[in-house]
């Protein structure tokens, strides 16, 4: 199935890349009809310098005199990347097991993406982007049966559309206090003294309620969002936030089976104390009206806690009245095997809300119906998603379906894991606690120097990695990372391992 897929949108595209880039790269390979990804995408990795080579470096120093350029890694060229190779503008081409940072879902430049931008029917789309809460264009309905409510959580049959994944949980928190307070109302008509003080940010019209977070979860860096988001300082520094609770996320000693019993206590003192905590914050007047989570602490670290942990964390939220909210902007899409992480835990109580972006290439969140507000531009803003996101999201979805992507990730998933295992026997005193689950995985450094000389000496061979928490390196791929692409990182991971003192 795959490879009738490339082989069929190759031959599509290859006329208007022809003309627009007069034969090079892409039309190239059209021409010679490659059959596969396998044959999309070059072989493995292939360096010419070391990384940033002298052209990024020029164009960061360019940069630089407009902007902060401090995070930058490299500069790339997206034309010639394909699959899972980046390609850098010094010519570098690179195994990418981070895909800007967990966002791209099939890989660069995959046709069935190409062919959504070379279809003349679908330029208008692209030109004239809309105001889709006033006026959506005509397929904006199909588009989202289509697509995103193809893959609704359960329980779930409705969504709303956002630009990125902070302002998918800033409106989804707004979502939660309306709900709240619709409830405690007992209906939405505000009061004269509601009304009035809602805009001089004033208690009753705005209401000290909470959203109760974990230390080591991210949720995004807006206002409301940074509230809850508790990994990194300079994320945080010198910004207002809310005075709401932060409970601890249980911290697991590896290997798991060894320390069933001690984890099992540290879930429970975790689950006891958001309960204090939600208690106390009743007191103090600031009622929790939802509980915000990721499946697995992302940016914090990939943090896990069991599946039981979240079953009997959703059952606590539906005692306190508080909505429960799952924060799948990094998990959500498939790269854990199943599309949403959540799903593992099999809850029988759904989830009340479920945010996504990155690989889902549109933000949103699916919300439970009495979630809605009744009132019209509650939960607003001017372009309220893309409409041409959710065209290729649905292109991509195809593909995942088409090409059983989610068997892929497991059996990818399955060597990844296992190499880790393996690299982490071999070198007992540089790497631990290696985890995951599908290709969404993780490993210990010693210390966050090494972690940071590993991902540096890794990318001069070749492999782009990410890390988070303080310590950890994360792997991202693309769904279309299959078992060889997994043994060529292990090999080339091994290879800068080695070269650790
Ligand atoms: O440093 C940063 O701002 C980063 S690096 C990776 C992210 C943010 N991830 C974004 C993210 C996320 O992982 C989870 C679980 N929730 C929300 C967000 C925010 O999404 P964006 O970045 O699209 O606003």
């Known amino acids: 199935m795959a490879s009738r897929l490339y082989c069929r949108c190759l031959a599509a595209r290859s006329n208007v890349w022809g003309s627009i880039q007069g034969g090079r790269g892409l039309v190239t390979q059209a021409a010679t009809a490659k059959r596969s990804l396998d044959e999309f995408e070059p072989s493995g990795p292939r360096m010419k310098t ?56 099939i890989g660069y430049n995959h046709p069935a993406l190409m062919s959504i931008m070379t279809n003349p029917r679908n330029l208008s789309s692209f030109v004239n982007r809309p105001a889709t809460g006033m006026l959506p264009p005509r ?59 809602s805009v001089i940010n004033q208690a009753p019209g705005c209401p000290d309620l909470s959203i ?59 689950l006891e104390e958001v309960e204090d905590l939600i208690v106390k914050w009743e007191k103090k007047g600031k009622p929790v009206a939802g509980i915000v989570i990721e499946p697995i602490q992302a940016e914090g670290g990939d943090n ?51 945010s996504f972006s990155k690989k889902m290439l549109t ?20 372009w309220m998603g893309d409409p041409t996101r959710n065209m290729f999201l649905s292109e991509v979805l195809k593909v995942i379906k088409q090409d059983n992507l989610l068997d892929q990730v497991k059996r990818t998933g399955h060597v990844m894991l296992n190499g880790l295992y393996d690299l982490q026997a071999r070198y007992p005193h540089l790497l631990s606690r290696a985890r995951g689950l599908g290709t969404f995985c993780a490993i210990d450094v010693k210390d966050e120097d090494s972690r940071n000389k590993l ?6 061979k070749g492999v782009v990695m990410g890390g988070c928490g303080t310590q950890s390196i994360r ?13 060529l990182f292990l090999s080339i991971f091994n290879d800068a391992l080695a070269e650790m003192k």
Not at 322 to 334: H, I, K, M, N, R
Not at 369 to 378: H, L, Y
Request: glycine share 8%.
């Open 50 to 105: 070391a990384v940033p080579g002298p052209l990024s470096l020029d164009l960061q120093k360019q940069l630089g005199e407009i902007q902060n350029v401090q995070s930058l890694n490299f500069f790339c060229d997206y034309e010639e990347s394909r699959g899972n190779y980046l390609v850098d503008v010094d010519g570098n081409c690179m195994l990418d097991v981070y895909m800007q940072i967990a966002s791209i879902p």
């Open 475 to 487: 792997f991202r791929p693309a769904l279309v990372f299959k078992e060889h692409h997994a043994h």
């Open 304 to 354: 896990y806690a069991s599946f039981d942990f979240y079953r009997k964390l959703r059952a606590i939220a539906k005692k306190h009245g508080s909505a429960f909210l799952v924060d799948e902007v990094q998990t959500g899409g498939g790269a854990t095997g199943l599309f949403w992480a959540h799903e593992h835990w099999g809850l029988d109580d759904p989830a009340d809300m479920v």
């Open 139 to 197: 397929s904006f309905t199909e588009k989202l049966l289509d697509g995103l409510l193809s893959v609704a959580p359960k329980g779930m049959k409705r969504v709303q559309t956002m630009a990125c994944g902070s302002c998918s949980n800033e409106n989804a928190y707004k979502g939660i206090f309306i709900w709240y307070r619709t409830k405690q109302r007992g209906h939405s008509d505000p009061t004269p003294e509601e009304t009035v003080t």
């Open 212 to 270: 109760l977070s974990f230390m080591g979860g991210f949720h995004g860096r807006t206002l409301g969002c940074l509230s809850t988001t508790h990994t990194k300082a300079i994320q945080k520094l010198d910004v207002p936030s809310f005075d709401w609770p932060i409970a601890p996320y249980p911290k697991l000693r590896y290997p798991l089976d060894q320390y069933a019993r001690e984890n099992a206590q540290e879930e429970s003192r975790c």
């Open 455 to 460: 991902i540096l000496k890794a990318r001069n």
């Open 363 to 382: 933000g949103g969140f699916f919300y439970k119906d009495e979630f809605q507000p009744d009132k019209p531009m509650r939960i607003f803003n001017t």
